[in-house]
């Protein structure tokens, strides 16, 4: 670690006041990912804005058919709440997968998606549900807001403060999970909402991304056997020490076909 | 030397659960491991490790490193040459039969033959500052061609893997009986195979480290270190820094975990107490992880070639083949991993015939020596999977075709032609394979597996049985120590060259003292592992400690028990045969509070001046023993398992685990079970996870726990451990070693049982790691062979 200041501001306002007058300033929420980094040196900032308390960035709500969670809400949250267990379970499950307990423990939804590490959980729902990331300066469209590897439309000194989820139909998560982290060796997130089936994939390739040729064949016919009859092409997927761009390819379906099973075979119509 | 009189049949200590004498200051976070031994002032050390596989040095440049605030000194080669005897390492356990140049240096002096090899120490205030100023550190490099697979290593146009090497291949022989070429022209049946296997790192939870710290009131420097080798250590430092051993003392403080990592004196220790010498002052190093994946050995890769010959009903008539052993850059200690694995591949079977050739191959890679099992697990896996070849070709089953080719009981003590290092024969002492194998298979309801198999399979799952034995030599001599002390306090101490280092072995030397002398397990202190308590010692290593340190202890608590009620004898006036030891005094049997406290006795034993000892005995309470062999006690194993594996993503999840255990007579079944639950987890990473990886130019791939793979509590099955206990005629408490004999049979039962759950595909697994990945394409390539027949 290098040196630097640590701030606990009192309200997003003062939050986002301090991370504008200091151009090196960087948000802190549940440091599970930041902190890591600092310690390896991989990062410098001056200063570290805590987050994690601003009562803007909490809660958990349904309202107009949205299901609505601020961004500084831990994993272990929403894998318990009642509210997101009734309204998306699906959203609950996954969450419940991430990681390891110290990790839920304080680790947030906000911090994720800002990350937007290409085998984090989140990112596969916000896409897939069509959610809407909102900062105190603007709303961004899912599809607008992953931009690739640790990129996103988030701009210096902008804060996601909550998202909001389209309540689906039906949806389900599959996931193989990476070994030793937890994280996604590939995850496909399944989601009908108002009559559009939207799946999204993450861990597989250079970031979330939606599987265009899924949701064509789902919607022609919402089975986990149209899944099964596509060929999904390794070229431009994810290859590391642990798998090769084949075995990503060969997951994408096992766990999309997975996810569909999950849905077909729920009366709920919820989780993998 | 009088015969030792063995433990009584009906002990009253041993053999019972006891817990942990360890455990309360461990648990309630007061145990003292390297880094928290108190280390005011102390400088602490980083080191510059290459980065490359293979270079020359071609220039180095301190300046800035020098001048960094905070450093104390920044040494190469040249600036601890002054105080050295040689700049390379001493041998590790010496021997005639290697060359002086196959040690690795103190400091590269310029060549570099691995990453990671260090060449620059820094010294500094912190270990912060120290890694900053080792990043100031300038050195240019001058690539070589790298080797990092040892079967291009041999041949003989390979590139060198250092410059002064004539040849890649360190060691070449053959380790046979019998005419096992005649057994194979005359076999009716011959089985060949080709097996990979890795065993990966030791991967301690703590990683080694050591502080050096003059005390110029004493003259002594002492020396803590994370080791599973005080007295090695000792030896090492006095060689390579001309100490004269009574101003040297080492301790190991508690030790979180050795698994052969320890077994070793290294560079990075030596080089850290030259610099508490030269600069007359406190200096600490402590590896961090990134440091322990490269820096510390492993026990890498064996690419064997293997051929079984038998007869129509499937007896063993030879066994032949030749293996190729990854070595590493250099030799830091002898080349027993492959020689344990040569010598051992015939493991609980009768098999007439035998020849292996080995190749011990260098390789730009970090060295390699023995963790947990040390080349055995090897070479169970070979024959294991062979005797499941056998039967697959025979048509017969897997269970018939070992049980005719196992050392019977009656047959035992069962003597193959083959020696240990020590010249001592290989001789199988006690243990009933037969027996521990239908207790396995009973336990895993073999009986009911079709069904159970046929159902699964009906629902889509494939689920696979899988069987391994083993025989695992333990108690490696020569010769343990162990000092037995009653204090006139009325404590117990006991002195050990014996190493702790989590296995529980203060408890287990505590048990076997306590049985002697009728003491509570709370009134014994264990000192094992500092050279200033114990003039000579081995250490931890090779499954020995309870054989050779227990049998010590038994030893000289025997001698304490017979002083103990020859004085009080004379004290009591009653006749010794009508005394025994209980709660702490020796009293009339069958009177209990009547009689002399066996602090009281120690006191007596410390003489008063101008008077005579009482009863005639010498001065102290005490004895002294060096428990000495040099042939080794055979543990053995059979374990069973079932696993289910998931075709579409190649996983595999361990079902059930059955592990039936012949460690002789158990001192305490509590951590004699640990000891069994370490070992199969070992054994499980061994084969599903750990794969210590690196590519064509030397680069290891694998250097957090991200990226190489333990297994965590999450994989695990329950694991049913059953002991069988045929008492060892070879030592006075019938005990045998447990840590590795419940290692060797993992990969073998494992990779048996995924090869059985896939045996609808026609899948045959050789090699070891296994990840999903390999699963998968197994899978792929049988259905490409199907579709081609
Ligand atoms: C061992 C381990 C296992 C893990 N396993 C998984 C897993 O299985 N699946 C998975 O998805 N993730 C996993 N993670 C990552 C985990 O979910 C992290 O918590 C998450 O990626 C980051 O959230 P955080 O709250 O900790 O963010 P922090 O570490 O505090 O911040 C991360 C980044 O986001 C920025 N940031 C934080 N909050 C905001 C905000 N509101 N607006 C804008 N920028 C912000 C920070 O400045 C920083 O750059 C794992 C992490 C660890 C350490």
Redo the contacts between chains.
Sequence with gaps: MYEFSYVKPASLDEAAQLLANHDDAKPLSGGMTLIPTLKQRLAQPSHLIDIAALTELRGIEVTAGQLIIGAATRHIEVATSMTVRTALPALAALASTIGDPQVRNRGTLGGSVANNDPNADYPAAVLALGATVHTQRRAIAADDFFQGVFTTAIEEGELITRIAFPLPTRAAYAK?P????GFAMTGVFVAETGGRVRVAVTGAGPGVFRWREAEAALADRFAAESIEALVVDPSGLNAD????AE?RA??MK?LASRALRAILNSSEGAVA | MKPVANLSPEPRVVGKRARRIEDPSLLRGQGRYVDDVPAEHALEVAFVRSPLAHALITRVDLTAARAHPGVAAVYTAADLAPILTHPRMPFGFPTDALPRNTTPWVLAIDEVAHVGEPIVMVVADTRAIAEDAAGLVEIDYESLPVVSDPRTALQPDSPRVRRELSSNVLQHYHVNYGDVNAAFASAPRVFTEHFWQHRGLASSIECRGLFARPDPATNVLTVWSSTQMSHELFRILSEALALDENTLRVIAPEVGGGFGGKFMAYCDEVATVAAAMLLGRPVKWVEDRREHFVGTIHERDQFWALEAAVDAEGHLLGVRGRMVHDHGAYTPQATNVAYNSASSVTGPYMVPHYDLEVFVVHTNMTPVAPVRGAGYPQAAFAMERMMDRIAQGLGLDRAEVRLRNLVPTAKMPYTKPLKNRAGAPVTLDSGDYAACQDIALKAIDRAGFAARQAAALAQGRYIGLGLAHCVKPTGRGPYETAVVRVQPSGRVSIYTGALAMGQGLKTTLAIVCAEQLGVDLDSIDVMAGDTSLNALGMGGFASRQTIMAGSAVHVASLEVREKALKVASHLLEAAAEDLELRDGRVQIAGVPGKGIKLAEIARKLRGSPGYSMPGGVSPGLEADSMYQADIQCYANACHACEVEVDI??GETRILRYIAVQDSGRLVNPATAEGQVHGGIVHGIGNTL?EWM?FDEEGQP??TT???Y??T?AT?LPMIEVIFHESPSPLNPLGVKGIGEAATLPVAPALVSAIEDALGPFGVKVNDATL???SV?SLLRGAAQAAAQA
């Excluded at chain 1, 020490?241 to 090769?244: D, E, G, K, R, T």
């Design positions: 193989f990476h070994p030793a982290s020490i642990h798998a090769p075995y060969n997951l096992v | 579409h993503t996870f990886r791939l694998t726990f991200a990226d793979l333990l965590t994989e990840s999903p990945v998968l």
